[in-house]
């Protein structure tokens, strides 16, 4: 049986792999994460918050004593809520390309063109296979049109493909107006990934002490249908490879994500839980699976479930909406 699989022009034994999280943060996780057999190792994202911190100066080491630049400042993050300075983080990617015989993608969070274009270099400088952009960005401005808003994601892309070499991915929300055609876009601007999707982490309301709080829940199953929902809308129409992230905890998750059309799975909440060990159990579990229903290839599955391949092409448009909504029994 022929696991592997191309993403980002990269070749892989199969197509999972740990996501952008705290996972990377340690080498003797990372060498877990080889052993339990990833195909590349992903790292938690580098912010252009704290590159901006460390560039202008330490601003919360400014004493502060008018209230209203206090609580200002408050909204910015604090050097304890960065895991790695800059330096640290591309020493972080030099020891792990030592240590590890499996591609190593960096990923890199950005708010201006400054920040994508200089350390995009500077991280393919320190050795990554390939990078992944997370654009999470929410737009709050009521003047701002959704094509403005999609226009700069496209642009964010074309700059950093005239910096950098390697492979470069666009990790995407799924909250764009119109994400088959930024999709579009970005294919025809030379993104050679797209991964879909990374997760808003929506403040809860702590109605006490009357202040907005962070709230973190991971992920479950239920949340990988959105992203094989647009995987498979997306498989064919782009020529970019195509990733899946949130929501695989099992080999059978797995399975949809590439029958959706996944070139990479990407995992994270799962192993945070059960630890590193897990990736080999859905990996083996996505094995079982396809020996069972006699596929001899991931390339034979990919994409067998798409919109362009679906013997029910009407579950992911309109015609399904009804149908769902239909199934619904008060009492059942």
């Known amino acids: 049986m022929d696991l592997s699989t191309s993403y980002l022009g990269?070749?892989?034994?199969?197509?999972?792999?740990?996501?952008?999280?705290?996972?990377?943060?340690?080498?003797?996780?990372v060498k877990r994460l080889e052993d339990a057999g990833a195909a590349a190792i992903v790292l938690r994202s580098l912010f252009e918050e704290q590159i901006t911190r460390e560039r202008d100066g330490l601003v919360h080491h400014i004493e502060v004593t008018a209230n209203t630049s206090a609580e200002a400042l408050a909204y910015f993050p604090k050097p304890d809520d960065f895991v790695f300075q800059t330096h640290e983080y591309l020493e972080q990617i030099r020891k792990i390309k030592a240590a590890v015989g499996v591609p190593v993608i960096a990923s890199l969070n950005g708010t201006t063109n400054e920040g994508w274009l200089t350390y995009a270099k500077t991280i393919q400088d320190a050795g990554a296979d390939a990078l992944e952009l997370n654009v999470y960005f929410i737009p709050t401005n009521p003047k701002e049109a959704g094509a403005d808003?999609?226009?700069?994601?496209?642009e964010i892309l074309r700059s950093v493909k005239k910096a950098v070499t390697i492979p470069v991915a666009m990790k995407l929300s799924p909250f764009y107006s119109s994400m088959a055609h930024l999709a579009h876009q970005l294919d025809a601007a030379g993104a050679d990934g797209l991964v879909v999707f990374n997760r808003f982490y929506q403040p809860d309301i702590d109605v006490e002490?009357?202040?907005?709080?962070?709230?973190?829940?991971?992920?479950d199953s239920s949340e990988l249908l959105l992203r094989i929902h647009w995987l498979a809308i997306l498989w064919g129409q782009v020529k970019a490879s195509l990733g899946a992230s949130g929501g695989v905890h099992t080999g059978v998750d797995a399975?949809?994500?590439?029958?959706?059309?996944?070139s990479a799975v990407q995992v994270v909440s799962r192993l945070l839980e059960d630890g590193p060990e897990r990736l080999l159990t859905i990996i083996q579990g996505m094995k079982h699976w396809m020996e069972e229903h006699d596929y001899e290839s991931i390339a034979q599955m990919r994409g067998s479930m798409s919109l362009?391949?679906?013997?029910?092409?009407?579950?992911?448009?309109?015609g399904n909406y009804m149908k769902v909504l239909r199934s619904w029994r008060v009492g059942a």
Not at 255 to 262: D, E, F, R
């Open 10 to 29: 990269l070749r892989l034994a199969h197509p999972l792999m740990p996501g952008a999280s705290p996972l990377a943060d340690s080498l003797d996780t």
């Open 149 to 154: 808003v999609e226009r700069r994601t496209v």
């Open 209 to 219: 002490a009357l202040e907005a709080v962070p709230s973190l829940h991971l992920s």
């Open 255 to 262: 399975v949809k994500a590439v029958m959706a059309g996944a």
């Open 308 to 318: 362009q391949k679906s013997p029910d092409p009407a579950a992911f448009e309109r």
